[in-house]
């Protein structure tokens, strides 16, 4: 990596790379939660803030509870799913290796010199490693049909809450 006459020495290491974009993919932020979204289009002659004066009853509250089971469920999952595209990716910038370039100037211009080096594998593993982290496997959606559909009778559930709290009738 080191010359005389160099006027400049690059290696960029791939795995280092990758791991620094992956791991940026994983702030944690606020969760969504259904009590979040209020279903203020039912009752359009009603302000925003006196829908949301309206407690939780018991009813939502107890879904509210098989939602929070279901979406917790699926965090679990996705974050198993997002450690294995992160190793895959990991591995298979691993077996690419590093990019080495040496830059020299000549009486005519730069002159550049290096190459990619491969790690572990070669470029046949790299390639392996690649396909392997874009098949990725198949993912179960029922969790994701039923925490829907719990959604739903939450919204059912609070749009009769607020008819009843407040003596209105929602519009369709």
Do not use: C
């Amino acid at each position: 990596m080191t010359a005389p006459g160099a006027a400049a020495t690059l290696m960029l290491d791939h795995a280092f790379l990758m791991g620094m974009f992956m791991g940026r993919r994983h702030f944690e932020g606020e969760r969504y939660l259904p009590s979040q979204n209020q279903p203020y289009w039912r009752f359009p002659a009603l302000t925003p803030e006196v829908i949301n004066k309206v407690p939780q009853s018991a009813a939502y509250k107890s879904r509210l509870k098989e939602w929070l089971r279901l979406d917790a469920k699926i965090e679990r999952v996705e974050k198993v799913q997002e450690r294995r595209r992160m190793e895959g990716a990991l591995a298979a910038a691993d077996s690419l290796g590093a990019l080495a370039l040496q830059l020299r100037e000549t009486p005519d211009g730069v002159v550049t010199e290096g190459g990619q080096y491969f790690g572990p594998g070669g470029l046949a593993r790299t390639i392996e490693r690649f396909i392997e982290g874009m098949s990725g496997g198949e993912t179960d959606y029922s969790s994701y049909e039923e925490r829907g559909r719990v959604e739903q009778e939450l919204m059912e559930i609070r749009v009769r809450d607020i008819e009843r709290s407040l003596g209105v009738r929602a519009s369709e």
